[in-house]
């Protein structure tokens, strides 16, 4: 496994979520729920899982005959990513992996949604992160890339095009804010 690009700490972690808590109208549990709606019973990996702060809205859409798996390189999330996972009562895995290392651990078509919250933008290498994601989604499969603010979102825009060939629209742009 490389040494990772970005290494998430607990403390980055809980000053990123506060200030979206904070100065944001957005309530991203309910974005990804709305996302999630036909996710019953299907597989989910989420790159960057973090200490696992989103795996009861994925357990929920997810259901008892879903899985949810969580990779991360800080150990310390990954111990409190677990904790929240057996909290949800749903089937969830947590593993630590460099998400830069490739290809990934996981066979063709493995899973139904990845998401990669606040992550895919710290790949060294975004064709081979992208194609590594597209290889495992099954082929109705979807990838949910989320970026943090507008100050960043045109760069957001710019990986997302860089990686898909999609650039945004202005209906994007003016959910950035």
């Not at 996981?106 to 064709?127: C, H, M, R, T």
Request: glycine share 8%; hydrophobic share 35%.
């Amino acid at each position: 496994m490389s040494k990772p690009y970005y290494l998430e700490t607990e403390e980055k972690l809980k000053i990123r979520i506060h200030a979206h808590t904070q100065f944001t109208t957005l309530k991203l549990e309910d974005w990804l729920g709305e996302r999630l709606a036909d996710a019953a019973g299907k597989q989910l990996l989420e790159i960057g899982c973090g200490d696992g702060n989103y795996f009861a809205t994925y357990a929920k859409a997810v259901g008892p005959r879903g899985r949810i798996l969580g990779w991360d390189v800080t150990d310390e999330l990954l111990k409190k990513a677990a904790d929240k996972g057996r909290q949800t009562g749903g089937p969830t895995q947590v593993n630590r992996w460099n998400f830069d290392d490739h290809p990934y651990p996981l066979p063709e078509a493995a899973v139904d949604f990845v998401i990669a919250p606040f992550s895919a933008y710290y790949s060294k290498d975004v064709p081979a992160w992208n194609s590594d994601c597209l290889r495992v989604l099954r082929r109705e499969g979807r990838l949910l890339i989320l970026g943090p603010t507008r100050h960043n979102a045109q760069e957001l825009y710019e990986l997302n095009y860089l990686a898909t060939g999609i650039k945004s629209v202005p209906e994007t742009d003016e959910t950035s804010c």
